[in-house]
């Protein structure tokens, strides 16, 4: 390679690997696997060494991922969090062992144990009492999650025994073992919900929730795997997992103590063929140097310690041929590309359709017509397709292309700057879209209107309804008749539909279907602006005001306003009576007006009260609550340990930081 193609190839990895970070860590929607990732960086890394010139501080080969939200209070970690190096390979096995043997002249035991595929945790314990769960975040700084890992029952809130160090944090992977997943996707997509990809997608989501209500129904377990001591107390870690598991954590099953590299293969060979027994999914095995002086005398790079290593098993892949593409159009308008296989066997189950995500990923794949694929299923419910066999093509036929027009529609697709998405643009004319925003109108959380998918698709084709005001217009009359409705079915719809005018405000607004406003979202805005007028008038200054609204829904938000159409439904609606503003009007239910016009950010740890419970009383006094400091707020309430980024700002901005003594003096009467 010379050095000008060296230099493309080096940016055009960055961009991908950058853009790859970005779906797992803040998106929790990777589209490829870890081995691919890994392979890519790999290949960064190669490069990068070889042309030193074309170094990149930025350079995704520079650090590790974060998984820092908007949201939550960060924290650092007392003891760094490392990650671990990947191998795929006996022979990097081999050489990570044969590092080993050039600084330990003496025998080395290894401690083989399963490798968790979720998200990792920090627990700190102070006396016996969990105080603090933080994520990884970039390793240094982790989100504080610890009111949503508090839900979590196998995590022990006090420690049993006596002989725990006074403060010491321990590490761990919180994950969701497979039944408790299943069982819940399958509720979420009975309910009209998104289902999500994969248990760790469910975990990573579940432990970002701002509402630790929901998290304790989801189905969430923790496996402990290393306690971070600051003084050395046991020999092994073996040793120090027994007693981590005498102070009440669970700690991993199946590990296994073994004293040659053989040993660790024939342990990697048994949970590559038994990994679909499990409860829970594995993504490979972790191999740690047992003994703790040993450990200490290997050290860290970097990144990782030099005593530990992640063997990674390969996703499950099979190879089958292309039958066809599908492009499937949603509730928004994008457009995804579906393919069509021969079916075959894949861990479990028949594999007869894989998604292809979009255009891009399509022409990563130089996917041709009648092509043999590899098919691949890291825990993803949806397979996907990874590669082709090339060898398996022949001559050159014809490439298989993204479309051009709607399948559905025939209007021309548009893609938005920066979004990877193809989009129909006709919202209003196109029937699947016009379809599935009625039917997300009337879902559970949303109108909870009790009809059925195919009862929507039989109004439409009727030419009744094209669009969720159409429903109020229903009568008795207009239903009798139709294919399987008879009396008692009419009668339900409409008396569902005539309930369903009492649904109050927050869930109108989620069941209008703006793009980005989910539930929580939707909740938020309802809170802050009060009603639909309101929230149409505000600004992109006034939207982001909003705790956790950042400018991608505020621009949706405001673009959804700008048409006209929408107006023009939200009118209809209106006039069929559905609550378009919240209940509680402005001042009704305020226990005064004593922080009317005034904006908190609330930091920190309390002991007296909850932060919910601050925030609500925040806004019983009529004041709001925003998440970040800006110069419109006006008092920081500040706990133990306030986030130190929020401290420099308030005192940048000379934004008076207030103790809860101060707040209760505000409020007081
Ligand atoms: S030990 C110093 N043990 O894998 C590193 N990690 O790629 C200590 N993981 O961030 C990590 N199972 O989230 C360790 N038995 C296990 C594990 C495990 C899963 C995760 C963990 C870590 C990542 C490293």
Redesign the pocket.
């Known amino acids: 390679m010379d050095r000008s193609s060296a230099k493309e190839r080096i940016e055009q990895l960055r961009r991908e690997l950058h853009r790859h970070n970005h779906l797992y860590y803040v998106e929790a929607a990777p589209e490829i696997s870890d081995f691919e990732f890994d392979l890519m960086l790999q290949e960064l890394e190669g490069l990068e060494k070889k042309y030193p010139e074309f170094s990149d501080d930025n350079s995704p080969t520079k650090r590790v991922g974060s998984d820092i939200v908007e949201g939550f209070e960060q924290h650092p970690h007392e003891i760094p969090m490392?990650?671990?190096g990947?191998t795929y390979s006996r022979e990097e096995l081999a050489d990570f062992e044969a590092r080993i043997r050039k600084t330990i002249d003496e025998g080395v035991e290894y401690v083989c144990?399963?490798?968790?595929d979720?998200?990792?945790i920090s627990l700190t314990y102070e006396n016996g009492s969990l105080v603090r769960a933080l994520t990884?975040g970039d390793g240094v700084v982790g989100d504080d999650v610890t009111t949503n890992v508090r839900t979590i029952r196998s995590i022990p809130l006090k420690l049993t025994g006596h002989d725990y160090p006074p403060r010491f944090e321990i590490?761990g992977?919180v994950l969701m073992p497979l039944e408790g997943f299943r069982k819940m996707n399958e509720a979420r997509s009975k309910r009209g919900e998104q289902v999500f990809a994969n248990p760790r997608n469910a975990t990573a989501g579940t432990l970002k929730m701002q509402n630790s209500a929901v998290v304790a129904q989801r189905p969430l377990d923790c496996y402990l795997?290393?306690a971070a001591l600051k003084e050395q107390v046991f020999e092994t870690h073996f040793e120090s997992l027994n007693a981590c598991k005498a102070w009440g954590f669970k700690i991993?099953p199946y590990s296994n103590l073994v004293g040659s590299l053989e040993e660790v293969y024939a342990y990697i060979d048994h949970w590559a063929g038994k990994r679909g027994e499990l409860p829970f999914e594995i993504d490979g095995v972790?191999v740690?140097v047992n003994s703790l002086d040993q450990q200490r005398i290997l050290g860290f790079t970097a990144k990782?310690?030099r005593w530990?290593i992640?063997y990674k098993f390969k996703a499950q892949q099979a190879s089958t041929k292309l039958l066809g593409v599908d492009f499937q159009v949603g509730r928004t308008g994008a457009v995804t590309p579906v393919a069509n296989l021969a079916p075959v066997p894949l861990a479990g189950t028949t594999v007869k359709r894989a998604s292809l995500h979009n255009a891009d990923q399509m022409r990563m794949l130089d996917l041709r017509e009648e092509d043999v694929v590899f098919v691949e299923k890291g825990g993803d419910i949806i397979p996907k397709i990874v590669g082709v066999d090339k060898a398996q093509r022949t001559g050159d036929p014809p490439a298989i292309r993204f479309i051009r027009h709607c399948p559905e529609c025939g209007t021309e697709l548009v893609r938005l700057p920066g979004e990877a998405a193809h989009y129909c643009p006709n919202a209003y004319g196109c029937p699947p879209q016009i379809r599935e925003r009625i039917e997300h109108f009337i879902s559970r959380k949303a109108m909870n209107i009790n009809a059925a998918g195919a009862t929507i698709a039989l109004l439409y084709k009727e030419g009744l309804v094209s669009n969720p005001a159409d429903l109020y217009q229903l009568q008795y009359e207009d239903i009798i008749g139709l294919e399987r409705f008879a009396e008692k079915s009419s009668q339900n719809l409409v008396a569902s539909i005539q309930e369903s005018r009492e649904v109050p405000f927050p869930r109108v607004l989620y069941a209008l279907g703006i793009r980005y406003v989910g539930e929580t979202v939707a909740k938020k805005l309802a809170q802050y602006f009060g009603s639909i007028h309101r929230l149409r008038e505000a600004s992109m200054e006034e939207l982001v005001e909003v705790e956790e609204i950042g400018e991608r829904i505020a621009g949706s938000v405001i673009s959804f306003f700008d048409d006209p159409k929408n107006n023009e439904i939200i009118g209809a609606l209106e006039q069929a009576g559905l609550q378009l503003e919240s209940e509680q009007t402005a001042d009704e239910g305020l226990a005064s007006e004593k922080l009317k016009d005034m904006t908190f950010v609330i930091s920190g740890k309390f002991s007296d009260y909850s932060r919910d419970e601050l925030k609500e009383l925040v806004e019983k006094h009529g004041g709001k609550n925003v998440g970040s400091v800006s110069s419109k707020t006006s008092y920081i309430l500040a706990g133990k340990n306030m986030g130190p980024e929020k401290l420099k700002k308030a005192e940048a901005l000379g934004i008076p930081v207030i103790s809860v003594e101060d707040f209760m003096e505000l409020i007081k009467d």
Do not use: I, Q
């Open positions: 490392l990650s671990l990947n144990e399963l490798k968790y979720g998200v990792a990884r590490r992977e795997y290393a991993p972790v740690k990782t310690p530990a992640a």
